[in-house]
């Protein structure tokens, strides 16, 4: 049984930074893909980032293109979101997202429908 648990989310002023983590468990993962999504009090899941595990290969939203950067341990079967320059429009749910299948050049991971695997979610909160 697959897992997926964040960590480090936090509130923050605008401005700021915050590493978020997703470590899987139950599985090995050495093909596919991860990605971060996060979703608003009142709107969907929205993409934010995802990285192959096979390659060195990511895929950011426009949004947070130049403040975001996703990284990853095979070792630790872990990935990172580095956020930095946080706006109040940051703040949401953040959530990572696992799937064995997304190739590597990471078409559809930007897709919700994509993916198997899930965590239970981290709140970000970005003050202005």
């Known amino acids: 049984q697959v897992q997926l648990v964040e960590s480090g989310g936090g509130l923050v002023q605008a401005g700021g930074s915050l590493r978020l983590s997703c470590t899987a468990s139950?599985?090995?993962?050495?093909?596919?893909?991860m990605g971060w999504f996060r979703q608003g009090p009142e709107a969907g899941r929205d993409f934010v980032a995802a990285i192959s595990w096979s390659e060195d290969r990511t895929n950011y939203a426009d949004s947070v293109k130049g403040r975001f950067t996703i990284s990853r341990d095979n070792a630790k079967n872990t990935v990172y979101l580095q956020m930095s320059s946080l706006k109040p429009e940051d703040t949401g749910v953040y959530y990572c997202?696992?799937?064995?299948?997304?190739?590597?050049?990471?078409?559809?991971?930007?897709?919700?429908?994509?993916?198997?695997?899930w965590g239970q979610g981290t709140q970000v909160t970005v003050s202005s």
């Open positions: 997202a696992a799937d064995p299948r997304i190739a590597p050049s990471l078409d559809y991971s930007d897709y919700v429908a994509f993916y198997d695997y």
């Open positions: 139950g599985r090995t993962f050495s093909s596919g893909a």
